[in-house]
Each structure stands twice: as structure tokens, then as C-alpha cells.
């Protein structure tokens, strides 16, 4: 029996990976770990009866480990928790479903100890792709995309090996403000950018992909996973979401996958790979298609895409501080305390102000990442 490891297991990835499990019924959920969220992992402990559960706080610890004392299940906690279950032995494939760079050692962790990953967790990637593709190369272990666009990319090049890219087509709704311009975008609340067209989200990537930082994230994954320079990854805007993504061959042929959008279809292609099993759901109805629109992304107004464009440029650290300025900014938008467009202000001013460090170590990663944080305090209580 496969054995599969979670961590995010209470969020979006996190809840349909598990579906996926139950559905399939042939999956072993070894550990689950999840941020504050104790009612719903000690729900999960008692269906799946994971060894291990891992929580982030201290605090929450006690009371989970309280809420599930007549189990045998070990219970972790914090960045010491979320290596434990990383590195645990037996353990096929980790699904990266937590939410932002925090996913960083995990990940490394487990590839080290030679488990697949199931890569939904995107800002560990942008990071840290340099130091991630080719540990997992040395130690032969597979990155299986989860993000449907990445998934999409990694369908169409199955069986095509020795064929060369010549270009990845990479769709994006346009999120909920598509169209609009900077003088709609200047006083939209945080409620008008969690209303995704498409897709049922966590809240962090719904908000990036209303800014189409999402989509900058996934131009530089993309580059990580499949090898291609970012001037040969274009995105083009597709709204209803049903073509996933695109690659272009060196003979001009492009292959394509669509479906509904259902991020199942990607997280059970990740975790069966290269098998595909019966997935329910609505099929694509191609009388629907006849209406389908391609458009190109506004990257003026938009300018989370330009910034994720420059910062590969620029390299070395840059792609660090663009996503956790990103991640920080966020945080702030969420908590009603900057408006929508100063997210892309303080993207700006972090990418503006940072001196450049070349193919940063893990240290240098996490260690530009607190000068973000620093950098970022700095400049919202001068009131900018
Ligand atoms: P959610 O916000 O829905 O879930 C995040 C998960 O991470 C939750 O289980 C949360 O726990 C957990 N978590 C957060 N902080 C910590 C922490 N410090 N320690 C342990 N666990 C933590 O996010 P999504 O599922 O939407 O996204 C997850 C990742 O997948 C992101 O990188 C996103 O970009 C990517 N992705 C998501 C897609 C989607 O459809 N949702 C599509 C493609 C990619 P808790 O619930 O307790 O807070
Ligand atoms: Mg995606």
C-alpha cells in the first residue's frame, strides 16, 4: 500500500487530497499536519488514523494531543513537527499542501530521506527551485506537480522525453478583476478579491490570483519544473479555465489539457502517476468550448506578473524577496490593514531596495526573507 504524508491537511489541497484517499481507498495516510486548525485534524485522525499529527503551535499541541489520547497517534509540533514528519521512514510521497516559504525544509527534508513530493505548496519552488531540482535529481526522487497548470504541462510531456520544449503556454483566469483598471482596483475590498470565477481557493492564492502574482509564482515553478527559460513560458488568459496549460514542441505542435476545473483531477494524477483511475465529476461538455476566449494578461495594471518576469531576471535572491513580500503583503491586505494596489507598492519598494545575493544558500534564503519582513515594518510605519 502507498504511504503518503500531508502537511496542510486541513486546507483546500489538503481537504481534496484527502478526498481523493477516501475515494480510492487504497492510500495509507501515515501523518497529517496542519497550522491552528485542531477540530478539523482531530476529525481527520480519527478517520484516517495517521502515526503522526502535527500541529504548529505549542499550545494547540496540548490540546490535540488531549483530544486524541485514546489513539495511538505521536503528536509534533512547530518546524520541529513538520521536519519529524518529513523525514519519517516508509513514507512514499510528501504532499506539500501548507502555504507559503515555510515549506521549504520540509520539502528538502524529505527529499533527503528519498520520498517523492507532490508539490501543491508553489513559494517553496520560486525560493528555492535552484537548490530543490537538483537534490531531488541526485537523490532520484520525482517532483509531481499539484498546481493544475503545472499538472496540465507535466500530462502533455509524458512520453515525449527525448523531445525538446520549445515554448510552455501557461492559462490564467484573469481573477475576478479581469478587464477593470487601476481606478476600479483602488478601492476593491478584500471581499471582491476572495470572490474567484473559477476555483474554491484558500485565501492567500485567491488574493494572488486577483493581483496575478499567482500566475508570476507559477512562471518561475514552471521554469524549475520543466527546465524552460521564462522568455519561452507565456501565459495567455483563458477565463473559464478548462484549457490548463500548453507546450509547444520544436516542430510547432502544441498539445493541450483540458478538463473542468476540479483540482482532484491533478492531486490524483500527482499521487498515482503515471496511472490514471476513475475520477467523479462533471465532464467537459466540448459544445461549451465553441464560446471559449484566449486574451492576453494586462500586465500594466496587473503588475504581479511583470515583477515575477523580473525578479527570474534578476535571479539569485530576487525571486525570494518578490514572493515573500508578496506573502507578507498579503497577510496585511487580508487583515484589512493596506488597500489592493499597495500590495504590488510594497512588492516594489522590497525588490527596489535589495541587494541581489547569488545562488543563496537555504540560510541566505530564509535569511532574505527576514530582511523582507524587517524591510517591510520599516515601511508601513513610516505611513507610505
Ligand atoms: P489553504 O490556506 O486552504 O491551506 C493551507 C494549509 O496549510 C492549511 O492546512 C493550514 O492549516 C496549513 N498551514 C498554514 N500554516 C502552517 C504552519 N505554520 N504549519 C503547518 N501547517 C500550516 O491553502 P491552499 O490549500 O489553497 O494552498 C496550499 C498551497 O497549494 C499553496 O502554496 C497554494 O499556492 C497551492 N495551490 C493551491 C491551489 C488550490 O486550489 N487551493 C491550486 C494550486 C496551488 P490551518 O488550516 O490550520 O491554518
Ligand atoms: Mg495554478
Not at 522525453?161 to 520549445?166: A, E, G, M, P, R
Not at 477593470?180 to 478584500?190: A, G, I, Y
Not at 509564482?217 to 477565463?239: G, R, T, Y
Not at 495594471?301 to 518578490?322: C, Q
Request: aromatic share 6%; hydrophobic share 45%; with cysteine.
Amino acid at each position: 500500500m502507498k504511504k503518503i504524508a500531508i502537511i496542510g491537511s486541513t486546507g483546500s489541497i489538503g481537504t481534496q487530497t484527502l478526498d481523493v484517499v477516501r475515494a480510492n481507498n487504497d492510500i495509507k495516510v501515515a501523518a497529517i499536519a496542519a497550522g491552528s486548525n485542531v477540530e478539523l485534524l482531530v476529525q481527520q485522525a480519527k478517520e484516517f488514523r495517521p502515526d503522526i499529527v502535527g500541529i504548529w503551535s505549542e499550545d494547540k499541541a496540548c490540546v490535540l494531543r488531549e483530544a486524541l489520547s485514546e489513539f495511538d497517534i505521536r503528536i509534533v509540533s512547530g518546524m520541529e513537527g513538520l521536519i519529524e514528519i518529513a523525514r519519517m521512514e516508509g513514507v512514499d510521497v510528501l504532499v506539500t499542501a501548507i502555504v507559503g516559504m515555510i515549506g521549504i525544509r520540509p520539502t528538502i527534508e524529505a527529499i533527503e530521506t528519498g520520498k517523492d513530493i507532490a508539490l501543491a505548496n508553489k513559494e517553496t519552488l520560486v525560493t528555492a527551485g535552484h537548490i530543490i531540482m537538483p537534490l531531488a535529481r541526485e537523490k532520484g526522487v520525482k517532483i509531481l506537480p499539484v498546481d493544475s497548470e503545472h499538472s496540465a504541462i507535466f500530462q502533455c510531456i509524458h512520453g515525449e522525453t527525448d523531445n525538446k520544449i520549445s515554448r510552455l503556454l501557461v492559462t490564467a483566469s484573469g481573477g475576478p478583476f479581469r478587464g477593470k483598471d487601476r481606478s476600479f482596483l483602488e478601492n476593491v475590498t478584500v471581499e471582491d478579491a476572495l470572490k474567484h470565477p473559477n476555483w474554491s481557493m484558500g485565501r492567500k492564492i485567491t488574493i494572488d490570483s486577483a493581483t496575478l502574482v499567482n500566475k508570476g509564482l507559477e512562471v518561475i515553478e514552471a521554469k524549475w519544473l520543466f527546465d524552460v527559460e521564462p522568455e519561452n513560458i507565456e501565459v495567455v488568459v483563458q477565463p473559464q479555465s478548462i484549457i490548463h496549460s500548453m507546450v509547444e514542441f520544436e516542430d510547432g505542435s502544441i498539445k493541450a489539457q483540458l478538463g473542468t476545473p476540479d483540482m482532484k483531477l491533478p492531486i490524483q494524477y500527482a499521487l498515482y502517476y503515471p496511472e490514471r483511475r476513475y475520477l467523479a465529476g462533471d465532464r467537459l461538455d466540448f459544445k461549451a468550448l465553441s464560446g471559449i476566449i484566449i486574451d492576453t494578461p494586462d500586465m500594466e495594471t496587473f503588475k504581479g506578473l511583470a515583477f515575477a518576469y523580473e525578479s527570474i531576471k534578476i535571479g539569485g535572491s530576487m525571486p525570494t524577496v518578490f514572493n515573500a513580500a508578496n506573502e507578507k503583503a498579503v497577510a496585511l491586505f487580508l487583515d484589512k490593514k493596506i488597500k489592493f494596489l499597495q500590495i504590488y507598492d510594497i512588492i516594489d519598494a522590497c525588490m527596489k531596495n535589495h541587494e541581489v545575493v547569488d545562488n543563496p544558500s537555504l540560510d541566505e534564503i530564509l535569511q532574505t526573507e527576514q530582511w523582507v519582513y524587517t524591510f517591510i515594518d520599516a515601511y508601513i510605519s513610516k505611513g507610505v
